[in-house]
């Protein structure tokens, strides 16, 4: 039996029985908008706070790695709590969670309570509560759909456009806020976001969704349910039988790192070193944030009708190279602006689609530590990423860290599509359309 034959998402759950509904999706989608633009906010000010308080690279890709590493970690280890407890209740007490300790760098701050060891305390909090939040999030979406009875690419490819306009949105915010009112004020507003999107998935969702997955049937020996570490290794047990999920989350974490090292680090010091400060980084944001609305609109639109593994190869050959390439280039402000609205639109396409293939290719069941672990090391890569772009600055400078960036991104994303499992992005979709027809006659 293969893997996808015994595991299929579309086969393994029953349909939820029901009028239709898109309140799930929407509540969903909503608490998602407003944590993702909190947390975009966030990525704009914490940084530049560091960079402008202590002059050194090296400290704010610290920074970010004291919240990324624990992001990574702590994700990986509640994907059987979701599946266990129900990603709702995981959802709004790790945004509460998150929110206070966001809340707590600005009160310290202003008190002179703030030292950097506290900071990086702090920040190593919001994102170990942030990661199970966000995975919790991701776990309902499509049981959301269902209920809505949307097609699985459309609903990823809303829940890629949620992400692409917080990318708008949350720097274009977050330059602004800077720039007009300092830095604190930034993470201020990403407090508050987390709590509106606590409310949002605590009090104003349906009742009934976003419970604990249902296990398997028991066996007829009785024996006992599953525990914490035996639904953990169920996870990689699961991911060591797919070979194209593998391949995919290889690559991804490679892009990742070098995405956390142009984000929280190399931007910021452009920005700086070129004199535009920090309202660039906000219209840099936005203008990548608004072309991949447009990329992830037209994906969730015509996803279904294109060819899986040529729409992810071609965005990731716009999203990737040419931003770090523009940067080293010094190009003016303008230029860097409009490749960095190409390279958005281009990866407007691939989270819908990479979405897809996860979904369809894992149990609802598993879906929770299936999609952490996943997602763990995917974003395994992340808090290193502005570690390393640092201390490559503060040794060679700013634009051969640039184009080394570029030529790794270009090599791996191309390196990776050649492998012979990613033609099973197509096939797969052809079997579930197969199927669908022979369940309609």
Known sequence: MTA?????????????????????????????????????????????????????ATRT????????????????????????TGPRAVSWTADLASATAAALVPLLHVLHLLAFPVLLFLVAVIGAARGPGDLAKEVMVPEAAERGRVPLERATGLSGVIERLASTVGPATGGALVALVGPMTGLVVNAGCLVLGSVVIALLLPRGVGRAAEEAPPRADGEAEPGYWRRFGEGFTFLRGEPLLLTVIVMVGITNLLDAAIGSVLIPVWARESGNGPAAIGLMGSAMGAAAVAGSLIAAAVASRLRRRTVVLAGFLLAG?????????????????AVFAVSGFGAGFINPVLGAVLFERVPRRMLGRVNALGDSLAWAGIPLGGLLAGAAVAATGLAPVLIACATAYFLTTNLAGLRPEWREMDRTRRTDRAGARKAVT
């Open 321 to 337: 190279a040419p931003r770090f390439l523009v940067l080293a280039s010094g190009a003016p402000l303008g230029v860097v602006l």
């Open 61 to 84: 890709g610290l920074v970010v790695f004291c919240e990324m590493a624990p992001y990574v970690l702590v994700k990986a280890l509640t994907g059987p709590v979701v599946d266990r």
């Open 4 to 56: 996808r034959d015994a595991t299929g998402a579309e086969a393994d759950a029953a349909r939820i029985p029901g009028p239709r509904s898109l309140r799930p999706l929407g509540g969903v989608l909503t608490a998602m908008a407003l944590s993702l633009t909190g947390t975009r906010i966030s990525l704009v000010a914490l940084p530049w706070f560091v960079l402008v308080t202590t002059g050194s």
